[in-house]
């Protein structure tokens, strides 16, 4: 486990104490049930904000705290654990793009916004099912976008599109020109596709040539921080039921096949953490990012696909049912496995890298 500061492990708590208590999954039930496009709860959000959670990458001159992707990935695994439905992630990704690439009066003019919760931002890249930044048609003439981007996440909700276009990333505001095509998926929360046609937008000049691969890879970190508080979540739920319930007169936690079961889970759990931290470390210390953060989301791919569908398999069919918290889990596991790339995708980035 990554070792934290003072000042980490307070975050953590107040995170985890949150979470728990003011956002168990009983309130994502809500938000479920509530059918609203945006799919989170607005005034939960303004906590989180409050809170300096949306600034937690954010330099202090614009709002933010400054504490790095590890503190964040401390709140977003928290957050994770409950199914805490929120733009946090999405929202921090887009305000990394900006740290990273944008000019001072585009830092000054948004990273206040974002850190104080005001404003929501979100990354749109992808142009079809399948993850391929190469494959970007949208493009730029005099000032205004044009493409469309395939399931946005958390696109109901936001005011800011950062989009990847054929020569670079783009700020888009949600006005005139900008469309949204709802997608339902699995794990019922915000996602789109996002027509812009001839819509205002400014270009992100800093951050070099590799800009989107940077964005993306802080992308994949996050995504796999959400998806380590869901594996941990999974894993707990499932050998507390697995302590309780009884067949053949006999806990079912004292068959030894299933004790191997979940000590092959428990084992797979800690090498998911090690590589989500060391993801998180790499991009604090701008050090080895694009291979730490490709081997961070493809470790979170296998290992939550495994313990998702072992959570289910071990609660046997009363998991698949509304009343069971874990098959939430499984449902949002698909749809985050596809996020800024597949396991196959993930492995072949790694290997280019590698220059195997």
Do not use: C
């Not at 614009?62 to 999405?90: M, N």
Request: net charge negative; hydrophobic share 45%; glycine share 8%.
């Amino acid at each position: 486990m990554a070792v934290l500061n003072e000042e980490q492990e307070m975050l953590r708590d107040m995170a985890r104490d949150w979470a728990t208590n003011e956002s168990p999954v009983t309130e994502f039930r809500k938000v479920r049930a509530s059918g609203e496009p945006h799919a989170y709860n607005t005034d939960a959000y303004a906590t989180m904000a409050e809170m300096g959670w949306a600034g937690v990458i954010i330099p202090e001159e614009h709002g933010g705290s400054d504490f790095g992707f590890l503190s964040a990935g401390l709140v977003v695994e928290e957050l994770g654990k409950t199914l805490t439905a929120s733009p946090l992630i999405a929202t921090t990704i887009a305000a990394s793009a900006i740290v990273l690439g944008g000019s001072d009066e585009q830092k000054a003019k948004w990273l206040p916004k974002l850190a104080s919760g005001e404003t929501v931002a979100t990354l749109a890249v992808d142009e079809s099912a399948h993850h391929d930044p190469s494959a970007i048609e949208a493009s730029v003439s005099g000032g205004k976008l044009t493409g469309k981007k395939a399931f946005v996440h958390e696109a109901h909700g936001a005011d800011l599109f950062v989009v990847a276009a054929k020569d670079g990333l783009y700020l888009v505001e949600k006005a005139d020109g900008v469309s949204l095509t709802t997608r339902k998926l699995t794990d019922q929360r915000s996602h789109a596709d996002v027509s812009f046609d001839s819509a205002a937008a400014e270009k992100l000049e800093g951050g070099g040539d590799s800009l989107l691969d940077d964005v993306l890879d802080r992308a994949r970190v996050l995504t796999a921080a959400e998806m380590l508080g869901m594996a941990q979540q999974v894993f707990d739920t499932t050998l507390d039921y697995l302590k309780q319930r009884v067949q053949f007169n006999q806990v079912l936690a004292t068959f030894q096949a299933l004790q191997h079961r979940m000590a092959d889970l428990f084992a797979d759990l800690a090498q998911m953490r090690s590589a989500v931290e060391a993801g998180l470390q790499a991009v604090d210390g701008g050090f080895g990012v694009a291979r730490a953060a490709t081997i961070a989301k493809a470790e979170a791919n296998r290992v939550l696909h495994t313990i998702s569908n072992q959570g289910i398999q071990l609660h046997g069919g009363i998991g698949m049912t509304d009343e069971y918290d874990v098959g939430f889990y499984l449902k949002r596991a698909r749809v985050l496995e596809a996020a800024f790339g597949s396991s196959s995708y993930l492995k072949d980035r790694y290997a280019k890298l590698a220059s195997y």
